[in-house]
C-alpha cells in the first residue's frame, strides 16, 4: 500500500515553505496540485520535478479511481492545493 | 527604530522549520527565546550562530526594558517560543 500525502504550501510568500514539505514532495510518484500553474512557480522555485497532475473539484470523480489504484499499488502521492492546506482529500479519496 | 519578528517554530519535526524562519533568524541582532535549551537545538540544527537571550514570563519584567532600548536603536529583535508561535508578545513588549 502507498501513501497519499496531504502537504501545505504557502499562501503568499515562497519562503514561507518547509524543509519537510520539499521533501515529501521531491520523494512522491506524483503530485497532485490544484492549480498546476501556480504549484509549477512553486515546484520550480525549490527544483522540484515530479510528475504533476491536475486535480480539482472540476475533474477530480475522471481522475480519483486511477489515483486510488496507484495508491494501492504501492505509489506515493502528494496533495497540494493553489495556497495553504487542501481542504477536501478525505472528501475525494474515501 | 528597529523591529521585532515574532517567528514560528516547528512543534515536533525540525524540518517544519520554513527557509523565512531561518532568514529572519540569521539576520537578527539577538534572538529572545523563551526556553534557551530547546531552542538550542533548533538553531544548531540551521546553523544560527546568532546572540540568544532567555526570554519568559518569569524573566520578562527584567529585561523588557533593555530589549525595547535595543529595538529604539535600530537594532532588529526575533522572539521564539519553546514550540508553534509565541503568544504574547504584544503583552510583553508595550
Redesign the interface.
Known sequence: MGKLYVVPTPVG?L??????AI?VLKEADLILAEDTRTSGILLKHFEIKNAMQSHHKFNEHKTVESVVNKIKAGETVALISDAGTPEYPIRVFW
Chains 1, 2 share one sequence.
Not at 15 to 20: G, N, V
Open positions: 510568500n519562503e514561507d515553505m518547509t524543509f519537510r521533501k
